[in-house]
């Protein structure tokens, strides 16, 4: 064990503030990380204020980490001392069942640990997260950022990019086909530059009329106001696929009416129940699909670093200072970010 450092809640109504704790020593087949950058997610203010229900605390939020490897364990076989490396949303997975055998470790039957705020499987620890100056992570969840990435913007691909890469993906996006991304944040500014690269005709749905000029600079052919109902009502049919990163409740009536027959309306920014309620007509009636997403897998997120770095494709971000994350989570809330924050963590040795 040693210790460490990070920024941690200690409670809902708590603001994160600086906490010492322990980190375990490197197991045999473990990977220690000087964190360099960590993104600061729009599920690090969920977990935070235990919005979704299921916050341990202390909790130390981020899992968007990029770093450098400065111990490795005795069978660790793919990193070496120096290298530059991510972390993602998980650390650990049952690593046997069908989920996991089929790199989907996201969807382990029993349950990935998360990078932070779940138990750790061998000692029963609460896991602590990448606001922090290190983590200790087994190699297989550790992912290689390739050459010619810039680590800062390369960090948000570790969550906001795999959860909009992977589902487009997933769902066979291709030329031609019209998507839609709803809200233009952290994931849904990857959505538009991903969707794109896939060849697809490419629409943003926004509450921000503001974001219109920004979108197109991001990508976007055409951007609809989604809370001007006439323009809503005249993409009627109009959609192949909906990439949905709104945070919170909303109607989706209105959206799936957008979609064509066959149209698959794909959420990754809701684990609430639907509210107001789902008309099923707007499935039925078009057979169109509701669909869900949760981030990717080991490999996947491997394959989305080296995609991003074959077509160009970065974050946009603005650095951050780790005394000002509270007001980060603020500015968040308020849509007040271009699309990323980045944690500089040399900032937590100052
Ligand atoms: P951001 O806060 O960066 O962006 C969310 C965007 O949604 C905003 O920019 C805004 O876009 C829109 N939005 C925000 N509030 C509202 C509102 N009240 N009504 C309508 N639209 C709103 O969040 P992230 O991109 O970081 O995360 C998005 C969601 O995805 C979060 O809930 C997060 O927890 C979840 N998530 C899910 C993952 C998964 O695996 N499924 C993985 C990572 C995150 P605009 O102004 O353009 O409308
Ligand atoms: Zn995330």
């Known amino acids: 064990m040693y210790t460490a450092i990070g920024y941690a809640a200690q409670s809902a109504t708590a603001p994160l503030a600086p906490m010492t704790f322990q ?9 220690a990380i000087e964190i360099l950058y960590c993104g600061v997610c729009h599920s690090d203010i969920h977990q935070a204020r235990n919005e979704w229900g299921i916050a341990v605390y202390p909790l130390m939020p981020g899992h968007e980490i990029v770093g450098k490897v400065t111990a490795v364990g005795a069978n ?15 650390v650990d997975s049952c ?16 349950g990935p640990t998360m990078t932070y705020a779940t138990p750790d499987r061998v000692d029963g620890s609460n896991t602590m997260g990448g606001y922090s100056s290190s983590i200790v992570v087994s190699e297989h969840f550790v992912v290689r950022i390739p050459q010619g990435l810039d680590l800062p913007s390369a960090a948000p691909i570790l969550c906001a990019g795999i959860t909009t890469y992977s589902p487009l993906k997933h769902y066979g996006v291709k030329a031609g086909d ?12 990857m959505g538009i530059k991903f969707a794109k690269a896939m060849g697809a005709e490419v629409t943003l749905f926004t509450r921000s009329p503001g974001k219109a000029e920004e979108a197109r600079r991001q990508g976007a052919d055409h951007v609809i106001v989604s809370t001007d109902a006439a323009q809503m009502q005249a993409a009627a049919g109009c959609f192949d696929f909906l990439l949905d990163t709104i945070p919170v409740q909303h109607d989706l ?6 979609l064509t027959f066959d149209g698959v309306h794909i959420l990754v920014g809701l684990i609430e129940p639907v509210d ?6 707007n499935l039925v009636m078009k057979r169109r699909v509701l669909a869900g997403s949760l981030i990717g897998g080991i490999a996947e997120t491997q394959e989305v670093l080296e995609f991003c770095a074959e077509h160009g494709i970065s974050c946009d971000i603005e650095m951050l200072d780790i005394g000002n994350i509270n007001e980060a989570f ?6 007040d970010v271009k699309y990323r924050f980045v944690i500089d963590m040399a900032t937590l040795k100052a």
Do not use: K
Request: charged letters at 20%; aromatic letters at 4%.
């Open 23 to 31: 980190r375990r020593s490197p197991r045999a087949d473990d990977v």
């Open 76 to 90: 660790v076989s793919r990193y070496q001392v120096g290298d530059l490396v991510g972390v993602g949303c998980m």
């Open 95 to 110: 690593r046997h069942c069908e989920a996991c055998q089929a790199d989907l470790e996201q969807y382990c039957l029993e």
């Open 178 to 189: 019209r998507v839609g991304i709803l809200g233009m944040g952290g994931l849904g500014h």
């Open 253 to 258: 009536n209105p959206y799936l009416e957008t």
């Open 276 to 281: 107001p309620a789902l008309h099923a007509a």
């Open 330 to 335: 603020s500015r968040m809330i308020a849509g």
